[in-house]
Nanobody
Framework: QVQLAESGGGLVQPGGTLKLSCAYS??????????MAWYRHPGKQRELVAII??????NYADTVKGRFSISRDSAKNTGYLHMTSPKPGDTAIYYC??????????WGQGTQVTVSE
C-alpha cells in the first residue's frame, strides 16, 4: 500500500509561482515508489501534467512545458510540482499519482489550484 498526501494548493495570481508537494508513505514492504506523476482535472477529464521516473527522466504536457517543473526527493519520500507563470487555464484539481515497482498505481486526494487575480 502507498498513501499519498498532496499539499500546497491554493489561489495564485497569473504569472506567480506555486509549489505542490506529494508526500508518500508505504506499508507492506518489498516495493518502492518508481514513477510519480501529476494529473489535473479541470472539469472534463483528467489529464497528465508531468511525470518523473525513478531515474529522474521527466516529461510534460505541451500546455505546461517550460512553465512547470516536476522533481522528487527520494530521501524525503516527496514529489513536487513547481508551477511558474501559471495561467487561468491551469485552474484545476491537481492529483499526485505514484506507481510502485510492483506495478500498482495509487492516487492522492487532490489539491485545488486556482489561478486568478
Amino acid at each position: 500500500q502507498v498513501q499519498l498526501a498532496e499539499s500546497g494548493g491554493g489561489l495564485v495570481q497569473p504569472g506567480g509561482t506555486l509549489k505542490l508537494s506529494c508526500a508518500y508513505s508505504t506499508s507492506g514492504g518489498g516495493f518502492t515508489v518508481d514513477t510519480m506523476a501529476w494529473y489535473r482535472h479541470p472539469g472534463k477529464q483528467r489529464e497528465l501534467v508531468a511525470i518523473i521516473t525513478s531515474g529522474e527522466s521527466t516529461n510534460y504536457a505541451d500546455t505546461v512545458k517550460g512553465r512547470f517543473s516536476i522533481s522528487r526527493d527520494s530521501a524525503k519520500n516527496t514529489g513536487y510540482l513547481h508551477m511558474t507563470s501559471p495561467k487561468p487555464g491551469d485552474t484545476a484539481i491537481y492529483y499526485c499519482y505514484a506507481v510502485t515497482t510492483g506495478g500498482w498505481g495509487y492516487w492522492g486526494q487532490g489539491t485545488q489550484v486556482t489561478v486568478s487575480e
